[in-house]
């Protein structure tokens, strides 16, 4: 499931609140907020430190460089990007 919402982090450019149950198609045109986007990261980084995954760990810091399209900065990626020198520091 990762792997797939990553690929529409790579391949879309943006994170949908709904999609359908295989995640082949956003079935909302709301994107989800800041909050949700941090959590995503951080989920991709605490996958990339659990598994080695370093497909995951390129999506983080993809989003943190600002890959979503919405047209939008994304509040919090601060202390995100604090999580991920942390995770770099102790790898």
């Known amino acids: 499931m990762l792997h797939r919402l990553a690929k529409k982090v790579d391949v879309v450019k943006s994170l949908k609140t709904h999609y359908s149950s295989d995640l082949s198609r956003s079935v909302s045109h709301d994107v989800i907020s800041d909050q949700y986007v941090c959590v995503l990261v951080d989920i991709f980084l605490y996958s990339f430190k659990t598994f080695r995954d ?17 047209g ?20």
Do not use: E
């Not at 939008?72 to 770099?88: A, C, E, F, Q, T």
């Open 54 to 70: 370093f497909k995951l760990l390129n999506t983080a810091l993809k989003i943190c460089d600002g890959i979503l399209d919405d």
């Open 72 to 91: 939008r900065p994304i509040k919090g990626l601060d202390d995100v990007r604090n999580s991920l020198d942390l995770l770099v520091k102790g790898a």
